[in-house]
């Protein structure tokens, strides 16, 4: 075997985990978007089936040999791209062939039967309906850090690094720490003078008829084109990826919040645009998506916050509310700004302020810690969370729907992932100070040219898919390492003179 | 290996097979529901390579040899049920070994192009768009014929017999010329008094929102359980099964009709209730599903037409109709119930009346017949098409997107389906006169409680899915062998009464 043979076959094989990825994710978007409440137990019947062969095209001698060799000739490969494919794969083969295929096609199913059950635990604030299935997923979690890095000190590393490679706990720490001795302070002097802002100016019944409309506005704004990305609507919105030219995103209705609806079109459709916006030949490989959990919240909270919160957009969007939206007629663009940026700590982290946002990041990170490093117990979950809120938010949870059961996050396997909400808040605003020195991003917004914007991110940041890591990406695209200081500047400018503080 | 041995592989391999059907039938249906336009090329990545393995799964000599030794010990099975199952997996497995694993392949992959090609060639009224792709269709399906039966002395009767059992062109050819013969006087005697009959009762305009209230309705009436149904909406509706507890139908909504929408979905719910009935321990076996297609089309065309347009149904939901459209206020049950069955020549196959809606069949069956086993050309089939419209209805085409290209069968690559319906029309005539004799239908139906003639229909003929063959299982439900003349009565006494002959 030749290198370029042996490169032939990985990029083979990558396509063909790519289908069998889309496949599965197919089946589990419809099972989420469209499909009827029993087709579960089929739906997990091939996911198991897919699941395994899918598991057995991938982990067997064959590709190990395969890898192996490339891996020792990575100089022999001239395209870059390449040579990061044959890493990344190489990760992901030594990962996954540590777990036992029936685990793994056992697990599969669980998520899948999961879903369902803590729908119904959510609707009908049951947790103890979906503490069985938690506990299950939590131990396999807990078993997948061990395989993945038996010698590692915290289990809950090993997790974290899947989503944002290089990201720990003695990071995360120090990081929320930071976070907090700048939220924290704002939040109390913000509650003394709470009235300044006039959050009634926003209130009323807004049709979900017309509240699609604003949808559309929305998408047409990001300029997202239709004929690739198609808007769903769950009760937890997300993206889902599968090639450039096939996103799906979702939002929710709820017909006494406008904006609500309107911001999570906005955050979805930036994981959307970062999706459709790798390069060409990306596709099918493992490159193909982008750097890091965390690196795609910034982009989603970018056009979500940065350009979706701003006093130019709101200025460019109010005509669209007051016509859609009578009740809002008299409202001035500045009224209409402090009120989509009133702060104040409320329950669910999906609605939460910019201000309040990671304080919610923050809860489930130490409840994460507990169950996978410490020795907490799933049943002990309700009373934790509603005792962190109260530590945190200085809140009263008034039952697990809007406490413990609000995320989809941990029923779908997730742990780790949501620091990475509170990292993508942070890098946004560091590239967004980047994209400064080059775009008039304040004209930009404005005017509803977005155009350089997503140009100048597209060029610095999205066409690079998977090529490099989260730190590097961050050094090439802002000259400098991570700093969170710009994130907590902004937080403190932004909120000082919304408050007069 | 011994027989329990090897009948436990097989069950094993259907449901593998089963597994990756559903996988790609949901790729298939999404495409024509909810994803983005340019989606198609990603899916027809992953339809490849699916299809590929999906074939060398089932088609390798393990397989053969399994089969063989299954079929040459037929006797040793107990069970009737398995024992079907070895015959029809063993056919489909002599027959698919026949097409080379490349050619299926391109195949699969051509079929999702064909049916972008053909929405956006009907959209456009632009037939020579579809026409080089519907010529490799066409060439695939003349080559599928000569593979299966290369001893057929028709290539059109091997095709047939993939949609119905049994069925020749010989046969059929005696099928429609007695329709015909039944036909044909009824529309000139009707066309002489097409007055007698007020359409107008029925024309207006009615708000899209409304007809989805119809949509649940309609459901409602056919006891057709959410929780395992979903209504879509696509231009030509359909149903698609992934399994008895995962049914998806579609319906389309015209504002100025409100009949069209409501027997969509009432043909579609009878797909719908047939795929949900079967036999519990046929699920993810050969047995799953209905019998053949005519049989299937049978029970679509009772549901729609043998209740739906009866008098007795009209009288039930007309209350509802007025409730929704208050244009109908006035119109009188009778003054509905004739308006709803206005016998007339008109263009589109799916829209037409119960009488004249064979010869829509019997156009594309001549047009099949041409195409497979003669001389015909894909470029003439629209001259072909409109002048079979002028000699069987006696109306002008004026376009193809209301002609040629108004069906989806053959982009989706079906030839030798349509005479189904119109026998699915006369099975349902001669079940129709069966169940009569231990069910009052007419009184289940005039009070909406259509349970006895549900379950009557799953006692007879749901529940035995694929166990027997359409002609035996007429005959185990009706007592006597296939007979169309149940279909040309009713024809006759239904619009003598209506038009007054």
């Known amino acids: 075997m030749d290198i370029k043979q042996a490169c032939e076959k990985m990029k083979k094989l990558e396509r063909r985990r790519w289908a069998y990825g889309h496949a599965m994710s197919l089946l589990s978007v419809d099972g989420m978007t469209v499909a009827p409440a029993e087709s579960y137990m089929g739906r997990g019947e091939t996911l198991g089936i897919l699941s395994e062969d899918s598991y057995d095209m991938f982990i067997n001698d064959d590709t190990g040999e395969l890898l192996e060799f490339l891996s020792s000739n990575l100089d022999g490969i001239e395209d870059p791209a390449v040579r990061r494919e044959v890493v990344l794969l190489k990760e992901e083969y030594d990962k996954d062939r540590c777990i036992p ?64 490679r290089g990201v720990t706990t003695a990071m995360l720490d120090g990081f929320f720490s930071r976070l907090g001795s700048a939220i924290s302070p704002l939040v109390k002097e913000i ?18 008829e017309k509240q699609r409309i604003l949808s559309r506005k929305a998408m047409d704004y990001l300029q997202i084109d239709p004929k690739r990305c198609v808007l769903g609507e769950t009760e937890h919105p997300f993206t889902e990826s599968f090639n450039k030219y096939d996103v799906r995103i979702t939002t929710k209705y709820h017909d006494d919040d406008f904006l609500d609806n309107m911001y999570s079109v906005m955050h979805e459709g930036g994981h959307a645009i970062y999706e459709m916006s790798y390069a060409d030949e990306y596709s099918f490989t493992s490159l193909a998506g982008g750097a890091s959990c965390a690196m795609h919240e910034s982009q989603s909270r970018f056009w979500e916050n940065l350009v979706g919160r701003s006093e130019e957009f709101i200025s460019y969007i109010s005509p669209t509310f007051r016509e859609l939206f009578p009740s809002l007629e008299k409202a001035t663009d500045r009224a209409l700004y402090e009120a989509a940026n009133v702060s104040m700590p409320t329950l669910i982290r999906t609605e939460a302020d910019e201000l309040t946002y990671s304080l919610h990041v923050m809860v489930r990170y130490e409840l994460e810690k507990a169950l996978i490093d410490g020795d907490m117990k799933v049943h002990d979950l309700p009373g934790e969370w509603n005792s962190l809120y109260r530590k945190y938010l200085g809140i009263e949870v008034p ?15 997730s742990f780790g992932y949501f620091p990475s909400y509170a990292l993508g808040n942070a890098y946004s605003l560091q590239i967004l100070s980047s994209l400064k020195k080059d775009v008039d991003f304040s004209g930009c917004v404005a005017s509803g040219n977005i155009a350089p914007v997503k140009d100048w991110l597209t060029e610095k940041i999205y066409r690079f898919g998977r090529l490099m890591d989260p730190n590097d990406l961050i050094e090439s695209c802002c000259g400098e390492k991570f700093d969170a200081g710009y994130y907590t500047d902004y937080l403190e400018k932004k909120y000082s003179d919304i408050y007069g503080l």
């Open 399 to 413: 039952d697990d729907t809007r406490g413990v059961l609000q995320d989809s996050h941990w029923s779908g396997g």
């Open 101 to 164: 295929k029936d685990e793994y096609v056992e697990y599969t199913m669980l998520l899948n039967e999961a879903d369902a059950v803590w729908h119904r635990a959510k609707a009908d604030n049951d947790f103890p309906a979906f503490e069985p299935i938690l506990e299950k997923i939590v131990a396999f979690n807990r078993k997948i850090a061990e395989w993945y890095d038996p010698a590692s000190s915290s289990r809950y590393d090993t997790l974290l690094n899947e989503y944002d």
């Open 191 to 208: 509650a003394k003078v709470q009235d300044r802002v006039d959050h009634s100016v926003i209130e009323g019944v807004f049709p979900i």
